[in-house]
């Protein structure tokens, strides 16, 4: 199957045409729309919603994202092999998530126009012109290498979270993504919750570490594992980016959890 990641929302044609693209050269494909609505331009978001989206397909799922604020320049368009499936978008970062935890097996610079739309692809809309082409071939049978050059996964760009750091107050992290819900999502994994109580410092607020958002009244901030694997900041029906005032890259402290770094 292929799945489409975008940010460009529902309100044009933009997705339908890609759809259309597909359903022209391998009619019997299933696509899923991952998103459509991460926030132009945001190739961080891009790189969270992909990571945590793709552990639930199958091995063979050719992923194609298309956040591209630098479509049209001389960043490279590129196809990446893993064990686990195929990647397919630009180079700006977008599949440093999923290459943290998959090694690269092979990677492409898509440069054979013949598994383009066109040879001529639009400056704007690549999404449409090489990268779902070069998807829909590959669903069709054609081998990997056969879409473009090969190039080695360590030029590929990478977006570098900080790192997690152990410090005498506890792990040091920082918030990663801010969901829909003004949930914020920490770097702080859920294997460093212990058994025992926890809670999650930023700067002079401390959160009590639960097990679900209704464990306080609604209104008040929360800490706990989300769905995705990591610790999150709430707000009991509410936002806790609002009321928090939370913004990506913001330190967090977990204190009384598994503050080591090693398994």
Known sequence: MIT?????GTQDAYVGVMKGII???????PVIDLTHAIPPQDIWAARFQLLTAFPYFPPKTIHVVVVDPGVGTHRRAIALQLAAGILVGPDNGVFSGVMDRHPVLQAVELTHPAYWRTPHPSATFQGRDIFVPVAAHLASGVAFGAIGQPIGPDSLVRLDLP???ATDQGLEGCIQ???HFGNAVTTIPEDRVGPDSWRLALGPVSLTGSATYNTVEPGAPLALVGSHGF?????NQGSAQRQLGLALGDTVVLVGGRGGLGN
């Open 231 to 235: 610790i999150e900041i709430a707000v």
């Open 177 to 179: 993504y801010i969901d």
């Open 23 to 29: 359903a022209s050269r391998c009619p019997t494909t």
């Open 4 to 8: 489409l990641l975008t940010d460009f």
């Open 163 to 165: 790192p997690l750091i």
